[in-house]
């Protein structure tokens, strides 16, 4: 891999909202665990009811930016069984970020969806729950796909594990999307030709299109995009980062592996705040 690209360490700032900076697991957390409780977590929103979810005393849930009591409001009164996911899975610090498509009555959305357990309990459910209207920028609508969102897995297998010679280290995922937000569009390194990045599915962008690779790593100046929440899923190559962009709240995804990116999944919606501040 290119000094240029995703090699490098995540800034203090990042590494504080993104666990622990060592290795192994945290205490008591797996992929079965975390894998699970995804599942269960569809479920109970399919069901209308987060009676079942093994959830803390002091679990958070936001949907789009707005803190609302769980099950009550939003998404979980209307939505239908789940249609498509993928999800990286980070043991270290027992974190999901999954991008799936959810009905919401009659009409099929894109669906973020952040857990964070601790003692296997749910304490952090972050929703960004795509309706028509809801991604703006400077003023003009874009349109959701969510077919696109579903067969983005032909191309990128994002769940697909990494063979061990080929996986990027932890530090480096890491590293690769902090680069991407702090410099864009001058971040935008180590993609191979083919690779094509989605917003809620809609158009089909060459990940390279508008942009570049600076040179290093992002220093101590100001960054384009912030990075408020980024983390990894090492054995299936998949980097998960957080931001605001142009009044959207963001969940980005990316498929790395022997160094070059293959794929990038952004859900946008529109919010004042991401909520997690």
Same mark, same amino acid.
């Given at each position: ?39 269960? =977590? ?29 099950? @009550? ?106 680069? =991407? ?78 160094? @070059? ?17």
């Amino acid at each position: 891999m290119s000094a240029e690209g995703a090699s490098g360490s995540a800034t203090s700032a990042t590494s504080a909202t993104s666990g622990t900076g060592g290795g192994g697991e945290a205490a008591g957390c797996t992929r079965d665990l975390l894998k699970s409780t995804i599942d269960a =977590y569809f479920e109970a929103l399919a069901a209308h009811d987060p009676s079942t979810l093994p959830l803390a005393d002091s679990v958070k849930f936001t949907e789009n930016g707005e803190a609302v009591e769980l099950g @009550q409001e939003g998404l979980w009164k209307t939505a239908g069984a789940l249609k498509h996911a993928h999800s990286a899975l980070d043991t270290e610090t027992c974190s999901s970020a999954s991008q799936a498509v959810v009905p919401d009555g009659g009409m099929d959305i894109p669906l973020a969806l952040r857990l964070k357990l601790e003692n296997q309990k749910i304490t952090e459910i972050e929703t960004i729950a795509v309706r028509p209207g809801d991604y703006k920028v400077s003023g003009q609508d874009f349109a959701s796909n969510t077919a696109a969102i579903i067969a983005s897995g032909d191309t990128v297998e994002w769940e697909e594990p990494v063979a061990a010679e080929d996986r990027n280290a932890r530090d480096e995922l890491i590293g690769w999307m902090e680069k =991407y937000f702090w410099l864009f569009p001058r971040g935008v390194c180590d993609t191979v030709s083919g690779c094509k990045r989605i917003e809620n599915g809609g158009g089909s962008f060459d990940c390279s299109a508008g942009a570049s690779c600076a040179p290093g790593q992002p220093g101590s100046g100001t960054p384009a995009l912030t990075p408020r929440l980024i983390f990894a899923d090492v054995e299936t190559g998949i980097g998960v980062g957080f931001t605001m962009f142009m009044g959207n709240t963001d969940m980005h995804m990316f498929k790395m592996y022997g160094g @070059q990116v293959y794929g990038v999944s952004a859900i946008l919606g529109a919010a004042s705040s991401s909520g997690w501040e």
